[in-house]
């Protein structure tokens, strides 16, 4: 299937669309080119209206965005509600601190005047996943509009109304034609925006595959990017830890978004002496939970979003049960669909799954679980826990429970993520630098950092 939103709870074909042709990608392209020379001149005070503009119609069609996203990619109807306040939030906060954030910085030398200013660049290119589809545009398109460039987006082929919704609340809002535009295209046409000279930056939140082709693309036309990739968080759960706070938040971390959440808490290293009570507790709690529609309140699990994720996710456990690893909850889809009304049969569903006693080598060390699957470790001691935390290509979050002040350093410092949360999930917030290292990505989105990230931080010399 192309272009399309498919209802990932019933399997059926809600909207077709058809990709972008040639001719109408380059009057995309002209058109942002066009804007920006206009667009870049426009005052901080005149975007932050704008970009109030769009907040305040978030907020007020809150709703209705949510519902969208759930039809196309079938995260729980509450989460998508609160997906869009917080992208609310988030244009809120740039609107208010982005005159701070890329005002001059002087700097004292022999110049009678020495400072940075930063400029924006032009067209940036954002190829976004569909996980969290108002989220992750948001999170580009807020900072990057601020900052006096042009956006342009290729949404996942699968959540195209959310990608028209977005363009459609930024043009209502007030931003000029041409500022922000929504590109209907394949992942195969990416290349070749990239190189075009319209376009001077791109960013990319997805896999290591997509993230990897974007890079050498525009590696090959010498342009800038952000990276967002996947992760395999470890949750760290020390003899020092509040075991029973751990345990629920363990559930919320990994079950959030389905369980398609990439700083979402994927492998649980536990220390021994803890490892049986909070196994136990989470077990039960895995055991209560309530698959089912996305739009009932009281579901607990939707369905995955595609079948592609679905089957990989399938066949990532299996491989794992192969090769010994022990299955204390879940792990059986046909169970599952037996249990489940005919209705949702055809639905992308699978069960919240905790393996343990998982063997070196099977995925579980090594490959992102993108779904409501748990993989528990047990380990001796800390260096063990931090040893094996790291011991994945990934590096995005890291989470650690334990009140012992000297655990909670030694976390801190020897984790290898782009954040560490001691006593809380990770999670992204406007306030704070956002992105990974190693297979993770690189560069940063959010706070002052995000808003950098595609600017000309120009150095300026004043001499009487
Ligand atoms: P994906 O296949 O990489 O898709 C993400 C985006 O990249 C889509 O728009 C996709 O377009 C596009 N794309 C795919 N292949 C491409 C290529 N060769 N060149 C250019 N663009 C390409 O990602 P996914 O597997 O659906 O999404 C889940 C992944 O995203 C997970 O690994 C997750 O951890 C990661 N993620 C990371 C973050 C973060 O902030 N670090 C946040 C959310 C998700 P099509 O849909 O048309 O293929």
């Known amino acids: 299937m192309g272009i399309a939103s498919i209802n990932p709870a019933t399997g059926s074909v809600v909207h077709e669309f058809s990709p972008l042709t040639t001719a109408e990608v380059e009057g995309k392209l002209e058109r942002a080119a066009i804007a920006f020379q206009s667009y870049r001149n426009t005052s901080f005070e005149q975007r932050a209206v704008w970009l109030r503009a769009a907040a305040d119609i978030l907020e ?16 729980l109807l509450r989460a998508g509600v609160a997906e869009v306040e917080k992208c609310a939030l988030l244009c809120r906060y740039y609107a208010d601190h982005a005159p701070e954030f890329l005002a001059d910085v002087s700097v004292s030398t022999e110049a009678q005047r020495s400072f940075v200013r930063y400029q924006p660049l032009g067209a940036v290119l954002a190829v976004m996943p569909w996980n969290f589809p ?15 460039n042009v956006g342009l987006l290729k949404h996942a082929s699968n959540v195209p109304q959310s990608a028209l919704a977005i363009e459609a609340i930024l043009r209502e809002a007030g931003f000029p034609e041409g500022t922000f535009q929504t590109l ?7 290349a070749d925006i990239v190189a075009d ?5 791109a960013t990319l939140t997805g896999s290591e595959a997509a993230g990897a082709s974007l890079a050498s693309a525009a590696g090959k036309a010498l342009k800038p990017t952000v990276l967002e990739l996947g992760g395999s968080d470890p949750f760290v759960v020390t003899a020092y830890a509040d075991v ?30 803890i490892a049986d009570q909070f196994t136990a507790g989470f077990v039960e709690r895995f055991n209560a939970l309530k698959v089912g529609d996305p739009t009932n309140a009281d579901t607990d699990l939707g369905p995955l979003s595609t079948p592609a994720i679905l089957s990989e996710l399938e066949d990532q456990v299996n491989r794992c049960i192969a090769q010994g690893a022990k299955v204390l909850v879940g792990g059986d889809r046909a169970a599952l669909l037996k249990s489940m009304p005919t209705s949702q049969q055809s639905g992308n569903y699978y069960p919240a799954t905790i393996l343990s006693e998982l ?12 779904g409501p699957v748990a993989l528990l470790f047990t380990v001796k001691t800390l260096d063990e826990a931090i040893a094996l935390a790291n011991s994945t290509a990934f590096g995005l979050g890291a989470s650690a429970w334990t009140q012992d002040p000297q655990e909670q350093e030694r976390c801190i410092q020897e984790l290898d993520a782009g954040a560490v949360f001691i006593n809380s999930l990770v999670k992204s917030d406007p306030r704070l630098p956002f992105g990974g290292i190693k297979r993770s990505g690189y560069g940063r989105e959010l706070s002052v950092e995000g808003i950098r990230a595609f600017v000309n931080a120009k150095t300026v010399w004043l001499q009487a």
């Not at 919320?252 to 978004?257: I, K, M, S």
Request: hydrophobic share 50%; glycine share 8%.
């Open 359 to 370: 063997p070196p080598g099977c995925p579980a060390y090594s490959e992102e679980f993108f």
């Open 134 to 148: 108002f989220w992750q545009v948001f999170r580009f398109a807020a900072p990057a509009l601020m900052a006096g």
């Open 184 to 190: 209907l295209i394949g992942a195969q046409q990416v």
């Open 244 to 273: 029973d706070t751990a345990i629920a938040q363990a559930v919320t971390g990994r079950l959030l978004n389905n369980g398609q959440t990439c700083i979402a808490a994927k492998r649980f290293i536990l220390l021994e002496s």
């Open 60 to 75: 007020a069609r809150k709703d209705e965005f949510a519902q969208t996203m759930t039809l196309e990619m079938g995260k």
């Open 197 to 201: 000279p319209r376009v001077v930056a």
